[in-house]
Protein backbone atom coordinates (compact mmCIF):
# COMPACT_ATOMS: atom_id res chain seq x y z
CA UNK A 1 0.00 0.00 0.00
CA UNK A 2 1.63 3.68 -0.97
CA UNK A 3 1.35 5.97 2.21
CA UNK A 4 2.40 8.29 -0.67
CA UNK A 5 -1.24 8.51 -1.81
CA UNK A 6 -3.40 11.23 -0.86
CA UNK A 7 -5.48 10.02 1.82
CA UNK A 8 -8.50 11.62 0.75
CA UNK A 9 -9.17 12.40 -3.32
CA UNK A 10 -10.84 15.44 -2.71
CA UNK A 11 -11.29 15.87 -6.55
CA UNK A 12 -13.56 12.30 -6.71
CA UNK A 13 -14.74 13.67 -4.03
CA UNK A 14 -16.30 17.33 -5.95
CA UNK A 15 -16.82 15.36 -9.07
CA UNK A 16 -19.07 12.87 -6.90
CA UNK A 17 -21.17 15.54 -5.53
CA UNK A 18 -21.31 17.69 -8.77
CA UNK A 19 -18.85 20.14 -6.52
CA UNK A 20 -21.47 20.58 -3.54
CA UNK A 21 -19.97 20.71 -1.00
CA UNK A 22 -22.66 20.69 1.56
CA UNK A 23 -23.54 17.45 0.26
CA UNK A 24 -20.00 15.98 0.16
CA UNK A 25 -20.53 17.61 4.22
CA UNK A 26 -23.46 15.16 4.99
CA UNK A 27 -21.93 12.23 3.00
CA UNK A 28 -18.94 12.69 5.38
CA UNK A 29 -21.26 12.75 8.53
CA UNK A 30 -23.02 9.16 7.56
CA UNK A 31 -19.54 7.79 6.89
CA UNK A 32 -18.11 9.03 10.31
CA UNK A 33 -21.74 7.45 12.01
CA UNK A 34 -21.11 4.35 10.44
CA UNK A 35 -17.78 4.05 10.74
CA UNK A 36 -17.30 3.01 14.48
CA UNK A 37 -20.13 0.23 14.61
CA UNK A 38 -18.39 -1.39 10.89
CA UNK A 39 -14.57 -1.70 12.98
CA UNK A 40 -16.31 -2.76 15.95
CA UNK A 41 -18.08 -5.85 13.25
CA UNK A 42 -14.97 -6.32 12.23
CA UNK A 43 -12.86 -6.50 15.21
CA UNK A 44 -15.35 -9.05 16.54
CA UNK A 45 -15.56 -10.95 13.50
CA UNK A 46 -11.77 -11.27 13.27
CA UNK A 47 -12.18 -12.45 17.14
CA UNK A 48 -14.76 -14.66 16.12
CA UNK A 49 -12.71 -15.99 13.05
CA UNK A 50 -16.17 -14.72 11.65
CA UNK A 51 -15.01 -14.77 7.87
CA UNK A 52 -18.44 -14.38 6.17
CA UNK A 53 -18.64 -11.32 8.97
CA UNK A 54 -15.31 -9.86 8.24
CA UNK A 55 -16.23 -10.09 4.12
CA UNK A 56 -19.52 -8.55 4.11
CA UNK A 57 -18.39 -5.56 6.70
CA UNK A 58 -14.94 -5.18 5.27
CA UNK A 59 -16.50 -5.03 1.99
CA UNK A 60 -19.43 -2.26 3.07
CA UNK A 61 -16.63 -0.21 4.04
CA UNK A 62 -14.23 -0.51 0.85
CA UNK A 63 -17.37 0.51 -1.05
CA UNK A 64 -18.48 3.58 1.46
CA UNK A 65 -14.79 4.69 1.55
CA UNK A 66 -14.48 4.34 -2.21
CA UNK A 67 -17.59 6.35 -3.18
CA UNK A 68 -16.09 9.01 -0.65
CA UNK A 69 -12.43 8.84 -2.27
CA UNK A 70 -10.54 7.73 1.03
CA UNK A 71 -7.77 5.78 -0.85
CA UNK A 72 -5.93 4.17 1.97
CA UNK A 73 -8.75 3.15 4.05
CA UNK A 74 -10.33 1.62 0.41
CA UNK A 75 -7.28 -0.66 -0.01
CA UNK A 76 -7.57 -1.50 3.67
CA UNK A 77 -10.84 -2.64 3.76
CA UNK A 78 -9.95 -4.53 0.58
CA UNK A 79 -7.30 -6.75 2.32
CA UNK A 80 -9.48 -7.67 5.25
CA UNK A 81 -12.37 -8.55 2.70
CA UNK A 82 -9.64 -10.52 0.69
CA UNK A 83 -8.36 -12.02 4.21
CA UNK A 84 -12.15 -13.15 4.73
CA UNK A 85 -13.01 -14.41 1.55
CA UNK A 86 -9.86 -16.53 1.61
CA UNK A 87 -10.68 -17.79 5.34
CA UNK A 88 -7.01 -16.57 6.15
CA UNK A 89 -6.85 -13.50 8.57
CA UNK A 90 -2.83 -14.14 9.70
CA UNK A 91 -2.25 -10.32 10.28
CA UNK A 92 -6.09 -9.05 10.02
CA UNK A 93 -5.37 -7.26 13.88
CA UNK A 94 -2.03 -5.15 12.37
CA UNK A 95 -4.64 -4.07 9.12
CA UNK A 96 -7.61 -3.31 11.52
CA UNK A 97 -5.14 -1.27 13.42
CA UNK A 98 -3.96 0.43 10.44
CA UNK A 99 -7.45 1.09 8.98
CA UNK A 100 -8.38 2.76 12.56
CA UNK A 101 -4.94 4.97 12.45
CA UNK A 102 -6.10 6.15 9.07
CA UNK A 103 -9.81 6.88 10.05
CA UNK A 104 -8.52 8.84 12.51
CA UNK A 105 -6.28 10.51 10.47
CA UNK A 106 -9.11 11.67 8.55
CA UNK A 107 -11.18 12.69 10.95
CA UNK A 108 -8.50 14.76 12.18
CA UNK A 109 -8.13 16.22 8.44
CA UNK A 110 -12.09 17.16 8.35
CA UNK A 111 -12.08 18.70 11.53
CA UNK A 112 -9.52 21.48 10.54
CA UNK A 113 -11.01 24.50 9.59
CA UNK A 114 -11.25 25.27 5.45
CA UNK A 115 -10.00 20.99 5.27
CA UNK A 116 -12.94 21.50 1.91
CA UNK A 117 -10.60 24.19 0.32
CA UNK A 118 -7.77 21.86 0.26
Do not use: Q
Amino acid sequence: MDKNKPMFDMDHAREITDGDIEFLKELIEIFKTDCPEKLAEISRAIKEKNFNALDETAHSLKGSSGNMGLTYVYELSHKLEKMGKSKNIEGADKTLKELEEELERFNNFISMPGWEEK
